[in-house]
């Protein structure tokens, strides 16, 4: 099983500011990684997907880069509603995994 | 539009079954076309159940499919999730999900909170 790390575990920023945070995965995933983004009390919605490639009606804020076993979402200027923990998932092989996700303020 | 929602038990007792049914509109489960499980224990990451694809071919977590059994019924739209044996640690947010075989969980239903207690 493919174990997935992020870090750090919390950020706080303000808003404006450039948020990056990282997920380490156990062995190669290629470039099949994914990020969500889950706000408190709601559901999780996919990001980025397969690294790079934005999800449906997402801003261009967001970007994934990577490849191998380190990857980096970043959120180019963050704000409020960005506030949220963020999981990354690979899709290498079975069982797909999560990692522990990184908690994001933005105050 | 692509909605999926969960239906079935709050409530299980340790050792029962549980069985969950998603009813999916706004697509059709062909052969590229995935709907799957998800769980989220309170507080904690999300962790992948299993797969049914439109072919009916199937993908389970191998710590758990022992336990698993997932079907389809695509004419009701339709997809059941059965897990024996279950333990309160297993008290979580189930979710049902859609996937293209070239995504990842690009849909999500607003999960059912199933509390496994005696």
């Known amino acids: 099983e493919i174990v997935l790390t992020q870090s750090p575990a919390t950020l706080s920023l303000s808003p404006g500011e450039r948020a990056t945070f990282s997920c380490r995965a156990s062995?190669?995933?290629?470039?099949?990684l994914a990020w969500y983004q889950q706000k408190p009390g709601q559901t999780p919605r996919l990001l980025i997907y397969d690294t790079f490639k934005r999800a449906t009606g997402i801003s261009a804020r967001f970007s994934g880069s990577g490849s191998g076993t380190d990857f980096t979402l970043t959120i180019s200027s963050l704000e409020p509603e960005d506030s949220a923990v963020y999981y990354c998932q690979h899709r290498q092989n079975w069982p797909w995994t999560f990692g522990q996700g990184t908690k994001v303020e933005v105050k | 539009q692509i909605t999926l929602k969960e239906s079935g038990p709050t409530l299980v007792k340790p050792t029962q079954t549980l069985t969950l049914t998603c009813t999916f509109s706004?697509?059709?489960?062909?052969?590229?076309?995935?709907v799957g499980w998800v769980r989220q224990p309170p507080g904690k990451a999300p962790e992948w159940l299993a797969f049914i694809y439109g072919n009916d071919d199937k993908r389970y977590s191998p710590s758990l499919r022992n336990r698993l059994t997932i079907t389809k019924d695509s004419s009701k739209k339709e997809v059941v999730l059965t897990m024996n044996n279950m333990d309160p640690v297993e008290t979580a947010t189930y979710y049902c999900?859609?996937?293209?075989?070239?995504?990842?969980?690009?849909?999500w239903g607003q999960g059912t909170l199933v509390t496994v207690s005696s």
């Open positions: 062995q190669s995933i290629a470039i099949y």
């Open positions: 706004g697509f059709s489960l062909t052969s590229d076309v995935v």
């Open positions: 999900v859609h996937r293209t075989t070239d995504t990842s969980f690009d849909c």
